[in-house]
């Protein structure tokens, strides 16, 4: 079973940027399946910051629209997010989701992302 591994997140100033990595163990993250980046601030349900869709396309929560973008490397099996102009709304943790089929998903651990001066 692939394991999704998050890294990169810690401590960012207000307006600062960041760069987010989710990594694959035992194997290709973006076969068949579609893939995500989501975050749950403290007290606060788990929230879309841009995940890609069946049609290809990449969709992107309201509240990082402009100020996220989610890349991937298939050479590397790697998923990354970028954000800039972070806000201190924006702390919490940032999971990697991997979806198969209609219901199938899978999560990393998660990364901690504190924005804060």
């Known amino acids: 079973q692939v394991q999704l591994v998050e890294s990169g997140g810690g401590l960012v100033q207000p307006g600062g940027s960041l760069r987010l990595s989710c990594s694959a163990v035992g194997g290709n993250m973006f076969s068949f399946s579609r893939m995500g980046w989501y975050r749950q601030a403290p007290g606060k349900q788990r929230e879309l910051v841009g995940a890609?869709?069946?049609?290809?396309?990449?969709v992107y929560g309201d509240s990082v629209k402009g100020r996220a973008t989610v890349s991937r490397d298939s050479a590397k099996n790697m998923l990354a997010l970028q954000m800039t102009s972070l806000k201190p709304e924006g702390t919490g943790v940032y999971y990697c989701r991997r979806v198969i089929g209609s219901d199938n998903e899978y999560w990393g651990q998660g990364t901690q992302v504190t924005v804060s001066s």
């Open positions: 890609g869709t069946n049609g290809g396309r990449t």
